[in-house]
């Protein structure tokens, strides 16, 4: 790589190079400096917009990582980005089957916080659009599985992951205990 270029993080296996002096960007040898058009459909501003969203992760963020290592240190085993119900076609960050909770680790962009949401100013009408949807698919889910016996547990990804854990494990450890005395 020479001096001018810089590899962008987070690229495992694929060439991604930004040539700090030129002025071009190319993304796996294909030049993205033209003139950009969005592909139908698509929600993007740019190209660098496009590209920022779609390294957002769905899953395994550092919030989440957290707080199912500490709840792994409790003792406590489940299943990572599962689906609680078969037939829903929705995951939960933390599923604990047999003692029936779902555990969702929102994050505060994405799912509205009311702390820290905070309206885009590009392209804020679908932005604002999407996020509502997000909390109204958030409701319909805690529904469903609530419905189907399942306890829903949901933080922000603000929340400190200990006190998270903690009641994470609470939860689980007293579902347990139910269970076992029937």
Same mark, same amino acid.
């Given at each position: 790589?020479? +001096? &001018? ?5 987070g690229q495992?296996?694929?060439e ?5 002096g030129?002025g071009w960007?190319?993304?796996?040898g294909?030049?993205i ?5 969005? /592909?139908e459909? +698509? ?11 779609q ?6 963020t550092? /919030?989440?990582k957290? @707080? ?7 003792g406590?085993r489940?299943? @990572?980005?599962?689906? /609680? ?5 929705r995951?939960?960050d933390? !599923?604990?089957?047999?003692?029936k @909770? ?5 994050g505060?962009y994405w799912?509205?916080? /009311?702390?820290?949401y905070v309206?885009? &100013?590009?392209?804020?009408?679908y932005?604002?659009? &999407? !996020?509502l949807r ?9 529904q ?6 399942? $306890?829903?547990l ?6 400190p ?7 994470i494990?609470?939860? !689980? $450890? ?5 269970m076992?005395?029937?």
């Open positions: 790589m020479s +001096s &001018k270029a810089a590899a962008l993080p495992k296996g694929l991604r190079f930004l040539c700090l030129s960007t190319t993304l796996c294909v030049s400096d033209s003139a950009w058009e969005a /592909p459909g +698509s929600w993007a501003s740019s190209a660098a917009r496009r590209r920022n969203m390294a957002i992760r769905s899953r395994d550092e /919030p989440e957290l @707080v199912r290592r500490l709840v792994h240190a409790q406590l489940y299943r @990572v980005a599962a689906r /609680p119900l078969p037939d829903l076609r995951t939960a933390l !599923v604990f089957r047999p003692t @909770v779902a555990v969702f680790i929102d505060c799912h509205g916080c /009311p702390e820290h309206s885009p &100013k590009t392209n804020s009408g932005w604002s659009d &999407k !996020v997000n909390i109204t698919r958030d409701r319909d889910t805690d469903k599985l609530q419905e189907a016996g399942w $306890l829903v949901r933080f922000w990804e603000h929340e992951s200990a006190s998270c854990a903690q009641q494990t609470d939860t !689980v $450890l007293a579902r347990r205990a139910r076992s005395e029937s």
